[in-house]
């Protein structure tokens, strides 16, 4: 079992930063790749960025790229997302996600957090 916190997400301007965060816990963190996901109203989830076990790959969405950054602390139980450049078509709820059986892409997420909304205002 995992559990997954998100936290971070809030209101910004256009333009702007936010950087979340997924703490987990339950299994050893540093086993198991990592991902963040999206979804508006509306619409379907989407993926936004993954990235492996060990931190040596990352993997990102198409609509992300350039902009956003996945990263992870193993000593923290902690993976990232760095958001740069902030859009108001990324307005949504963010999710984190653990893939506890795969060694290597695709990775397919068996547990998520409860999400935190990210409102990018114009």
């Known amino acids: 079992q995992v559990q997954l916190v998100e936290s971070g997400g809030g209101l910004v301007q256009a333009g702007g930063s936010l950087r979340l965060s997924c703490a987990a816990s339950?299994?050893?963190?540093?086993?198991?790749?990592m991902g963040w996901f999206r979804q508006a109203p509306g619409k379907e989830r989407e993926f936004v960025a993954a990235?492996?076990?060990?931190?040596?790959?990352?993997y990102y969405g198409d609509s992300v790229k350039g902009r956003f950054t996945i990263s992870r602390d193993n000593a923290k139980n902690t993976v990232y997302l760095q958001m740069n450049s902030l859009k108001p078509e990324d307005t949504a709820v963010y999710y984190c996600?653990?893939?506890?059986?795969?060694?290597?892409?695709?990775?397919?997420?068996?547990?998520w957090g409860q999400g935190t909304q990210v409102t990018v205002s114009s």
């Open positions: 996600a653990a893939d506890i059986h795969s060694n290597s892409p695709p990775y397919e997420f068996d547990y």
């Open positions: 339950g299994r050893t963190f540093s086993t198991y790749a």
């Open positions: 990235i492996s076990w060990n931190g040596g790959g990352s």
